[in-house]
């Protein structure tokens, strides 16, 4: 038990570091992120962090900016859940019963678009599965019950710049609830390193994640809209709503995008109160995503 509250505490430790404060911005890569974005309407927050490189380079605009998270929460449930596993409180092999009157309608979900009569049972890995790879909304809030709430992530990760109040059936209630969750760029980028090292959870589970998270099938004109085909990316999606003003309030990605056996890059690009159209946004993520493989990629 002691062992587990000093892995927990190291954890807080390393998430709540200033981001990579003794490593080297290079101006001109971040001129080019720049002009990406230039003109654009819509409020973009960068954060780039590339690893295995001969030296870390650090590439941020808007970085220390909270912004709205939307399904990008995903990852921090995976992992608050992975952990409960780990703690032996849970196992990915367990059965959980779902409920007909739990697939709600009105909220993205996969799961009940191909069950809608419910009352079956799941193991939790499937659960996990649906929740990281198609985005289901149904399944998140599933999980979070299980595991205590919104609030159970949000001590788990313990971390100012990352804010989770909201499961997804609060986040559908009006139009700003859907803003409570935020976090910053640079706070999506710690963690992702944090993760991929091995420092959140332990090796089995982390590969594991990784894979799944390789295997999203959400967001694919994003973050690997312009890479080739052959490009691995483990990654989060977030979206929301479009008003009748023509304003779509957040579309996310972040992730890793793998160069080499030994060379990455993190990778967070939030996009919020955008009037560019839903593709055009997309489309920024996607230009950004290329322009950092291109660059980093020689």
Same mark, same amino acid.
């Given at each position: ?8 505490t190291?954890?807080i ?17 971040k ?26 380079e ?16 995903k990852?921090?449930?995976?992992? #608050?859940? *992975? ?6 409180? *849970?196992?990915?092999q ?29 193991? *939790? &890995?499937?659960?996990?599965h ?8 149904? *399944? ?14 949000q001590?788990?990760?313990n ?27 640079n ?16 090796k089995?589970?982390?590969?594991w ?7 999203n ?7 690997k ?32 995008? &793998? ?19 839903? &593709?055009?946004?997309?489309?920024i993520? #996607? ?6 493989y ?5």
């Open positions: 038990m002691k062992s587990k509250k000093i892995i927990l190291l954890f430790l390393f998430i709540s570091l200033p981001l990579f404060s003794q490593n080297n911005t290079n101006p001109e890569f001129k080019v992120i720049e002009t990406i974005i230039a003109h654009k309407k819509a409020d973009i927050g960068v954060s780039i962090v590339t690893a295995g490189t001969h030296k870390k650090v590439t941020q605009i808007n970085g220390n900016k909270p912004l709205p998270m939307l399904s990008t929460f990852f921090p449930v995976a992992l #608050a859940v *992975l952990h409960k596993v780990e703690k032996g409180e *849970l196992s990915l367990q059965k959980i019963y779902i409920k007909k009157e739990e697939l709600l309608e009105d909220t993205y979900s996969p799961f009940r678009e191909k069950y809608p009569e419910g009352n079956m049972e799941l193991s *939790l &890995e499937e659960c996990i649906w929740m990281m790879v198609y985005s289901d909304n149904n *399944l998140t809030d599933i999980l979070i019950r299980l595991i205590g709430g919104p609030d159970y992530v001590n788990f990760i971390s100012k710049d990352i804010v989770i109040k909201n499961d997804e059936e609060g986040m559908h209630k009006d139009w700003d609830s859907q803003f409570i969750n935020t976090i910053t760029p706070a999506a980028i710690r963690l992702l390193e944090q993760f991929y090292n091995g420092k959140i959870l332990n089995e589970h982390t590969k994640l990784y894979t799944v998270m390789i295997n099938a959400t967001g694919t004109k994003r973050l809209g312009k890479l080739p085909k052959d490009v691995k990316v483990a990654h989060r999606t977030g979206t929301s709503f479009t008003n009748k003003a023509g304003m779509t309030g957040a579309i996310n990605n972040y992730g890793i995008i &793998e160069l080499s056996d030994k060379k990455r890059i993190y990778i967070a690009v939030f996009i919020h109160d955008t009037f560019e159209t839903f &593709e055009n946004s997309e489309a993520i #996607a230009d950004i995503a290329k322009a950092a291109n660059y980093y990629n020689k």
